[in-house]
Structures are given as structure tokens and as C-alpha cells.
């Protein structure tokens, strides 16, 4: 299993900002070939795509929720990819994972991605 371990979540003001990071040292130095993908979960509902960044960095994704508020970065030195999250609302409120894909087809598709880290917790109060 590939190891992908998250941080910087917490609990945050409503209007807040918070930096997510994902670093996948067990990808090596084959993390430049993969597609980063951000999820978030809350218990009881299905994962909902957030945002994604391709393997060159040169493309992003965002969920409608997502655009203009979230921003997919992603330093390959580091095996690092970072979710920053500005303008939180209470309903961003989950547990946010990271997500690695080799072959990604349709980004916001969670069955498309090949390694999962076990998430951190995002709340946000009003």
C-alpha cells in the first residue's frame, strides 16, 4: 500500500481560510506521473470530489462548490500536493482525503483513483 498521509486541517472560523497538504512519499519519484485528486466525506453521504490537479501540473479541476474559493497546487520536489481553502462555510464541514491516479479518465470519479490517504478533519463553525 502506498503510504499518503494528510495535515492542516482543524477547526476554522466561517470565512476562514485553512492549507491542506498531501505528501505521498511512497510514490517516489513516480508522484510527477500521477493525477492528485481531493475529496471530502461527511459520515452518512456519499465522497464528493473537491478539486484535482493533472500530472504536469498544468490542468486543474474543481467541483461547482470548490471554484473560486478552493486551489489545487502541487510541488513534485516534495511529493506534495496542497489543497487551499479560503471563504470556508459550515458546509464544508468533512473529513478531507487525497487522492493519487495514474490513469485518471473523469477527475471528480473516485473509482478512478489508485491511493487513498486516510483524511483529515476540516470544521468549520458559524
Known amino acids: 500500500q502506498v503510504q499518503m498521509v494528510e495535515s492542516g486541517g482543524g477547526l476554522v472560523q466561517a470565512g476562514g481560510s485553512l492549507r491542506l497538504s498531501c505528501r505521498a512519499p511512497?510514490?517516489?519519484?513516480?508522484?510527477?506521473?500521477?493525477?492528485m485528486g481531493w475529496f471530502r466525506q461527511v459520515p452518512g453521504k456519499e465522497r464528493e470530489f473537491v478539486g484535482s490537479i493533472n500530472w504536469s501540473g498544468e490542468r486543474t479541476f474543481y467541483a461547482d462548490a470548490a471554484k473560486g474559493r478552493f486551489t489545487v497546487s502541487r510541488d513534485d520536489a516534495k511529493n506534495t500536493v496542497i489543497l487551499q481553502m479560503s471563504g470556508l462555510k459550515p458546509e464544508d464541514t468533512a473529513v478531507y482525503c487525497c487522492?493519487?491516479?495514474?490513469?485518471?479518465?473523469?477527475?471528480?470519479?473516485?473509482?478512478?483513483?489508485?491511493?487513498w490517504g486516510q483524511g483529515t478533519q476540516v470544521t468549520v463553525s458559524s
Open positions: 487522492a493519487a491516479g495514474r490513469s485518471v479518465q473523469a477527475a471528480d470519479r473516485w473509482q478512478t483513483y489508485d491511493y
Open positions: 511512497g510514490l517516489g519519484l513516480t508522484f510527477s506521473t500521477y493525477h
